[in-house]
């Protein structure tokens, strides 16, 4: 899935003392380098960050090389950072840990760093996929092909059913696991799906479809997940042609109140972290 937010991401400079150029930033020493030393807990490591949103005038959200999440919050409000083609962090080393003397500049804005936290990651999905909504209002108000243009999404609130390797049920939940390579790095998502809706892991098989006719499932309206008698039943796949249709590995479980045919709105996908 292509990121809408990369060309800024990749000018996202992390520097010591002087400011370090965007060209510094696309080779950044790796975060798990035996080099890097974290000075203090809770401290975020920034070079090679992999994305960034801005839904709040207070705060920007961060993903790190090493796929952690994290809260930047400012010392006094600092809106449209993302319109800005050079956002750069200035942090001693590249580590923000809130020691006041952190600052993120862009646009002419010089926005102080007050805190730095760690974030859910389902709560960094919700924060990823507000921003690409860009604050459209209602659904309504858009024509299908903008819908299909603003609503593409990113691995960070979605998962390509074409990439889907299995499904199944443990202490996270219901979850698929998934190529991390075309998958933003991640191998596992979270699906969050009704309460009355447990019954889905005693399927043969489900099929996932998409309420905007792709083969992206985000919990956006009308994506959900159908239950099926077997894998290629009619009816499957999108609009892609693709088939979203899944074995179940626990097929033969007693059944539960659903039955073949049911379905399960998709409330929310995540990253399993």
Known sequence: MT??????????????????????ATTPLPSNSPNRVAPAPNCMDARGLREMNQVSDT?????????????????????????????????????????????????????????????TRKEFAEEARQADRGGIATLAAVNVKEQKRTLRGSSSYCFDTRNVRSYGDNVKGFTVQTN??????NKEYVVEVGA??????????????????????????????????????????????????????????PRASLGIGDRCDVLAVYPAG
Not at 203 to 223: E, H, K, V, W, Y
């Open 59 to 119: 705060h920007i959200s961060l993903r790190a090389a090493d796929q952690s999440t994290w809260r930047v919050t400012f010392k006094q409000n600092c809106p449209g950072l993302m319109a800005s083609p050079n956002p750069q962090i200035l942090a001693e080393e590249s580590w923000v840990c809130g020691t006041g003397q952190e600052r993120v500049v862009a646009g002419g804005k010089d926005c102080g760093i007050a805190s730095v936290e760690p974030m």
């Open 180 to 185: 991390p390579k075309r998958s933003g790095g």
């Open 196 to 253: 009355n809706c447990r019954a889905l892991m005693h399927s043969p098989a489900i099929q996932f479809r998409s309420g905007f006719g792709t083969s992206l499932i985000c919990g956006n309206p009308g994506d959900v997940v159908v239950m099926i008698s077997q894998p290629n039943a009619p009816g499957g796949g999108d609009a892609t042609g693709e088939d979203l249709s899944f074995i179940n590995r626990s097929a033969g479980l």
């Open 3 to 24: 990121n809408p937010r990369l060309p800024a991401l990749l000018a996202l400079a992390l520097a010591t003392t002087p400011l370090a150029s965007a060209e510094t």
